[in-house]
């Protein structure tokens, strides 16, 4: 079993921003980390309409269903950053309002989990660096642990209970500005 990435989104959602280093070496402004969360959202959010109202509504086309990659078929929203222009039409397009403008960042970062990067036994930089200790490094058995599910290959989202909502919902004042 091989060790995966952790994100606890309890206490990530009481970080007001990400401000985890990452070691990504195409860019050195990357945090990949906000990267996870935005593919976490649309997994876990997203209600996966089969006609997918937003996707229809973009004027940009700046979103699209992939698969998941968890090979079970169950497709996702992914959105391509250099197209999309923040205006918000996919949100109100979203008959079950799970699309939150608010949480989607502009700028497109990227996490490759730091593939060819660790040392022996040692940590991604993120992991080490997020001051909430939101995230964490080890072998995890998710069918074990009901608080668990692995969104992607290599990482897994703990959630309180198995709430798979809470987390997610932005505070009153934050949704506001």
């Not at 959602?13 to 980390?33: I, L, M």
């Not at 040392?119 to 930089?125: D, H, Q, R, T």
Request: charged share 30%; glycine share 8%; with cysteine.
């Amino acid at each position: 079993m091989a060790a995966k990435l952790i994100i606890d989104l309890m206490k990530c959602k009481d970080c007001a921003q990400c401000d985890t280093q990452c070691s990504y070496k195409h860019h050195p402004e990357n945090n990949g980390v906000k990267a996870l969360l935005e593919k976490i959202r649309f997994a876990l959010i997203c209600r996966k309409c089969e006609t997918a109202p937003c996707i229809k509504a973009c004027p940009r086309n700046a979103l699209e269903k992939i698969d998941s990659g968890r090979g079970d078929g169950e497709k996702i929203l992914k959105r391509a950053d250099m197209l999309c222009t923040g205006c918000g039409t996919c949100a109100i397009a979203c008959p079950f309002g799970t699309v939150y403008t608010e949480l989607i960042q502009f700028v497109d970062d990227v996490c490759d989990l730091c593939r060819d990067r660790l040392e022996s036994n040692g940590k991604p930089l993120c992991v080490g660096t997020c001051k909430n200790g939101a995230l964490d490094w080890y072998e995890v058995d998710v069918s074990q642990n009901a608080d668990m599910i692995e969104v992607f290959d290599g990482v897994v989202v703990k959630v309180a209970g198995g709430d798979l909502w809470e987390p997610f919902l932005p505070k009153k004042n934050e949704a506001s500005g």
